[in-house]
């Protein structure tokens, strides 16, 4: 299976900022976030990062959702495009405050679809992809 790093979602107002300090290195593309979180703006879209990894029998996607409930958490597979996503509104003194999230994989060729189950303990969606037979390694005796 590949792995693809994530790309963090830029903001339009600090890309000139950004392309000032990249200087050829990935730790400076998130001051984006440092300058919305200094001058109060809030980004609508928020994609929560996922592990992606495989074993010999199963294909692995790890996503970390601190504070969202599990009843509130929608997954769906279709045409081989995993996606997780979240919905939430919480009443508080002033108001109310509205959480939501989308992030959409591509799942790797060779998963059987119809036995793709998830887990959801302690803040941590675990989405389970059996391969298929034929994509297990066997082993072949030498006669």
Known sequence: MKL?????PRSSRAN???RLFELGSSNFGRFDSFFDDFLGAKSNSYQPPVDLYEDGDNFYAKAELPGVKKNHVDLQLENS??????????????????TAFVRSLSIPEGVATGKVSAQFKNGILTVTMPKEEVRKPRKIAIK
Not at 4 to 8: D, L, V
Not at 81 to 98: C, F, H, M, N, P
């Open 4 to 8: 693809i790093r994530y790309a963090y």
């Open 81 to 98: 495009v995993l996606t997780i996503q979240s919905a939430e509104s919480r009443k508080v003194k002033d108001g109310e405050t509205k």
């Open 16 to 18: 000139a900022f950004d």
